[in-house]
């Protein structure tokens, strides 16, 4: 990884977590697509405006989210048993060696994003809520400092929060309908819930019975959005409200985003990682 990598937003979470093109392919249809689709019907800016902002508050994102990464690869591993060791030796010491500075720079690039969808706020007389935004970034940190600290089935919770505030933060930004916390519990039910209790299957937290729930989780996640979809159709037709009709949308795009998975991961023979075997 060369050095001014490290202050280039995404480039490090790529790096670290995804291995493989199908896993960048996986990520792009289920983070900045989904949070696009959660924040552009929501919106009442110019298709110009929402593009501006929704571009600048992803990287405003991504940078501070990035700090969480990096100082549970350079930190927290150094106080575990068996530590996931993301990157090589080399590049650990660089980024141990630089990290205030990456850190730091991290910061400078998300107040340059933030800086511009304000400018763009003010310019433009949208309703962009810049408030909404930075709290939920800040929770974030917050929740991935916890997350870093804790070791405990309290990590679980924790996760919880990191995902919700991963999905909200943006469409908060842009919300401009009528019933906020209706659209949060509808964000939260289309991906974060599933990923929270998928992320409890590991064994270090000692819900056999959970994992044995799920078992495969190729398996599991299309019944999980028929399910949501089926819920969220009945809930749509019933009250009809902007909320809903986005979840409805949402579920049957991730219903068939998981079930074109499941099918890929027949053809390609995917394992469960090595945290998730119960008989390893």
Not at 41 to 65: D, R
Request: with cysteine; proline share 3%; net charge positive.
């Amino acid at each position: 990884m060369k050095n001014y990598y490290a202050f280039l937003p995404g480039v490090y979470f790529i790096r670290s977590r995804l291995r493989t093109k199908h896993e960048v392919i996986s990520w792009i249809l289920i983070n900045p697509v989904v949070i696009l689709m959660f924040s552009w019907p929501v919106s009442e800016i110019s298709v110009a405006g929402f593009c501006i902002a929704f571009v600048l508050s992803f990287i405003a994102w991504q940078s501070t989210y990035e700090i969480g990464y990096i100082v549970n690869d350079m930190l927290t591993t150094k106080s575990e048993q068996s530590p996931t060791l993301r990157l090589s030796q080399g590049e650990r010491d660089y980024f141990e060696e630089n990290f205030s500075r990456i850190v730091f720079g991290k910061i400078l690039v998300t107040l340059l994003a933030l800086a511009g969808v304000l400018y763009l706020d003010s310019m433009a007389n949208t309703t962009l809520h810049v408030e909404l935004f930075v709290i939920a970034t800040l929770g974030a940190l917050l929740a991935f400092w916890i997350h870093n600290k804790v070791r405990s089935r309290a990590n679980i919770i924790t996760y919880l929060f990191l995902s919700s505030f991963k999905y909200l933060s943006i469409p908060l930004l842009f919300y401009a309908a009528t019933d906020i916390y209706l659209f949060i519990l509808t964000i939260i039910l289309s991906f974060p819930l599933l990923r929270t209790l998928e992320h409890a299957c590991k064994v270090k937290y000692g819900f056999s019975w959970l994992a044995s729930f799920f078992g495969s989780f190729d398996r599991f996640r299309p019944k999980y959005y028929g399910v949501v979809t089926l819920l969220a159709l009945g809930l749509a037709v019933w009250d009809g409200s902007p909320e809903l009709r986005i979840w409805l949308a949402i579920s049957a795009y991730f219903l068939v985003v998981r079930f074109v998975g499941f099918l890929a991961s027949r053809r390609l023979k995917r394992s469960l990682p090595e945290s998730y075997r119960w008989d390893s």
